[in-house]
């Protein structure tokens, strides 16, 4: 992987302990892990923003995406 970046993240206990338990299940680095559902999210999220138009018609001007979870 070229030009990557560290970038500190404080995240709350139960979180780390999901996202270290997820990473060994998956036989991942907790680094891999959280890169790894960055990208799903990122890819989803453009999936998503792909179909609105299909599924909804035009989007109203200045709409944001949200995602679930976050709303």
């Known amino acids: ?7 500190p993240v404080r995240v ?4 780390r302990q999901k996202l270290e338990a997820e990473a060994k299940a998956t ?3 907790l680094s891999g892990m959280v890169r790894f ?3 799903e999210a990122f890819s989803k999220r453009a ?3 792909k179909s609105w ?3 909804f018609g ?3 001007a200045g709409f ?3 995602p679930a979870g976050l709303c």
């Open 47 to 49: 999936s998503a923003e």
């Open 27 to 29: 036989d991942r680095s």
């Open 53 to 55: 138009p299909r599924l």
């Open 58 to 60: 035009q989007r109203p």
């Open 1 to 7: 992987m070229s030009d990557v970046h560290s970038i």
């Open 64 to 66: 944001k995406w949200i």
């Open 37 to 39: 559902l960055l990208q």
């Open 12 to 15: 709350p206990e139960d979180l």
